[in-house]
């Protein structure tokens, strides 16, 4: 009787032991950050470096504790239809049932089964948790993209992106790397006119050929479309005699804005930007950095080649000479002014010919090649990169004009002799 009042009172000794060293472990864990599954580690070492010191004969009876059997608090119950042994463990997601003909091979399950358990948890803390990342949007690779590779383009030019993109707006949400070429030929069929479906598809091939190149997708959608052609439309040079009679139109209604595009070859926007201080009367220069453009604005010319200095002409420094006294730009038109007033002027005196002011800038190129100015002193006269394909399809069609005329003068020739 003595000596089992003493196992009792050994037994309840331990079990504090144990309720202590469990408190010590919880109040450690408070202190150690969770990294690498250390926490979990260190509870059970603690537990089994207990068990080690606790004698075989102790331990058997702490885990029987009368008639059941118990795992880390987890009761092991014995069945009351049939001689077998059953446990539950509840987790978060899931609840297993243990069930075995004896009652330790129903505790050696659980045993198992929550090593297993901690087992994937200490293999959780320890990997890297990678955050799954939130697919890129179209829109917010736009954004990007302009940041990245547009940022030193005009304001007028970013004007233009954005109103293209009200084409792409099917576009706008969608995460890029899941748009295909189905998604952007849908987009291009829909775009009635060629210039704009063109431009449309030049934007998107940059912005997908970016990601690309940024690993934000795998593939160009672009790349397998044939490009939407479009037929540009050269500038037309007025003709020896329209000129003649455009230029007496315009100095007796005193468009002299006009009259300064047509001597200098100048692009409406740098005509209308001009002021004295841009005009060196002694030296006989005009200075081009800056223009106007279609909202009116001061802006800068259309790219780095078009910042110029330029001969003055003396035709040109006739007409100017009248303006020496005006304070800020010398032609004060808005926009929508300069183009009414010119379209008005071929509607009443050239029957409908399809004349620009733009027109006026290709009449002075052909005139240069008429009298034979070398083609690379004409593209700086104009502000073109050497080499400009615009400047050699003026001089190509101007010298297709000139051959046909000389064709017509041997024909009339022959003619004498019929």
Known sequence: MQEQEKDIEQKEILLEKIENLKEQVKEINKRIKFRNGISIGLLDG???SQEKSTPRSEQQKLIQGGEQMKYRGITIHKNKNCNT???????????YYISAKTQQDCYNKLKLLLKKEEQNKLKQLREPRTKETKAITF????????????????????????SLLNYLKALDKKAINKITSIDILEILNKITYERQKQKVYELLNDIFKKAKINKI????????????????????????EDEAKFEKILIDEKLDIFLVCLYQGLRKGEVMAITNEDIDYKQKTLTINKAIN?????????????NRVIPLFDKTLKVLEKYKNINGRIF???????????????????????????????????????VNIPLHIVQKWVGHNIGSKVTNAVYTHAREHAELENIEKINDYMNLYT
Do not use: M
Not at 139 to 162: D, G, H, I, M, P
Not at 219 to 240: F, R, T, W, Y
Not at 294 to 306: A, F, G, H, Q, V
């Open 46 to 48: 603690l537990l089994k």
């Open 85 to 95: 042994w059953y446990t539950r463990h509840r987790t978060k997601d899931k609840t």
């Open 139 to 162: 829109s917010e690779w736009y954004n990007k993209w302009l940041e990245l590779y547009k940022n030193n383009v005009k304001e007028s030019t970013k004007r233009a992106y954005k």
């Open 217 to 240: 997708v795998n593939d160009n959608p672009v790349e397998i479309i044939q490009k939407p052609k479009h037929k540009k439309i050269n500038g037309i040079a007025l003709s020896n």
């Open 294 to 306: 279609s909202r009116n604005e001061l802006d800068t010319t259309k790219n780095c080649y078009s």
């Open 332 to 370: 004060n038109y808005t926009y929508k002014q300069v183009t009414t007033l010119f379209e008005n002027i071929i509607k009443n005196n050239f029957n409908g010919k399809k004349y620009t002011p733009h027109s006026l800038r290709h009449t002075f190129i052909t005139r240069c090649q008429e």
